[in-house]
């Protein structure tokens, strides 16, 4: 089966940078939409960014202009470049992504177990 891996999550100081990383392994015929969701204690998931398989691309408004995501289709692999840090970006963050299956036009979301962004001083 299709599993996702994260990668990159650790604590930062306020103004901070990381980079998230998170790459597809199994077998599949293509990654379609992958993206980003976090997850604060206590709050819903909520949808970070996401970008198609023409790289296409879209934010969340608390992500636009300080977050990019981008995908090495090569690596099976979609980034997340987070800047400007502010400690309510504490959250896990959860890589999701839509993959075809091999032979078919089946296809199906996939998640990644998650890893652990935390921004304090």
């Known amino acids: 089966q299709v599993q996702l891996v994260e990668s990159g999550g650790g604590l930062v100081q306020p103004g901070g940078s990381l980079r998230l990383s998170c790459a597809a392994s199994g077998r599949f015929f293509r990654i379609n939409t992958m993206s980003w969701y976090r997850q604060a204690p206590g709050e819903q998931r909520e949808l970070v960014a996401t970008?198609?398989?023409?790289?296409?691309?879209n934010y969340a408004n608390s992500a636009k202009g300080r977050f990019t995501i981008s995908r090495d289709n090569a690596n099976d692999t979609v980034y997340l470049q987070m800047n400007s840090l502010k400690p309510e970006d504490t959250a896990v963050y959860y890589c999701n992504a839509n993959i075809a299956a091999l032979g078919t036009y089946f296809s199906a979301d996939y998640w990644g177990k998650g890893t652990l962004v935390t921004v304090s001083s």
């Open positions: 970008i198609t398989s023409g790289d296409s691309r």
